[in-house]
């Protein structure tokens, strides 16, 4: 499995992006999808995750209600919308395959990443 992930950029505080994690191999469609992001400095944190069919999502408390994750089974891509953007979000961001139909938040249930992409957030 090999995944992409595109989709951001630099933008001012309270703008929105949305990421895309595009992959190729039939255990996508079938498996949870996550997004991770890490700071200069800091460790990979959770930020949301999808299970196999989209029906459960799960968020990390700092961007509930400002992040939404989706996926198109059909396209084999994953979405992380991000609206209300704030300096604290700047990262680079990873999506990455789980092992299983569901996972949550630990970077160990997940088996493949992508490479990641920047979002930076200015004041």
């Known amino acids: 499995v090999q995944l992409q992930a595109s989709g951001g950029g630099m933008v001012q505080a309270g703008a929105s992006l949305r990421l895309s994690c595009a992959a190729s191999g039939r255990i996508f469609s079938n498996n949870a999808v996550g997004w991770f992001r890490q700071a200069p400095g800091e460790e990979r944190e959770f930020v949301a995750t999808?299970?196999?069919?989209?029906?459960?999502?799960y968020y990390a408390d700092s961007v509930k209600g400002r992040f939404t994750i989706s996926r198109d089974r059909a396209k084999n891509t994953v979405f992380l919308r991000m609206d209300g953007l704030k300096p604290e979000d700047t990262a680079i961001y990873y999506c990455?395959?789980?092992?299983?139909?569901?996972?949550?938040?630990?970077?160990?249930?997940?088996?493949?990443w992508g490479q990641g992409t920047q979002v930076t957030v200015s004041s």
């Open positions: 990455a395959a789980a092992r299983g139909s569901y996972a949550g938040a630990a970077r160990s249930s997940y088996l493949y």
């Open positions: 999808i299970s196999w069919n989209g029906g459960s999502t």
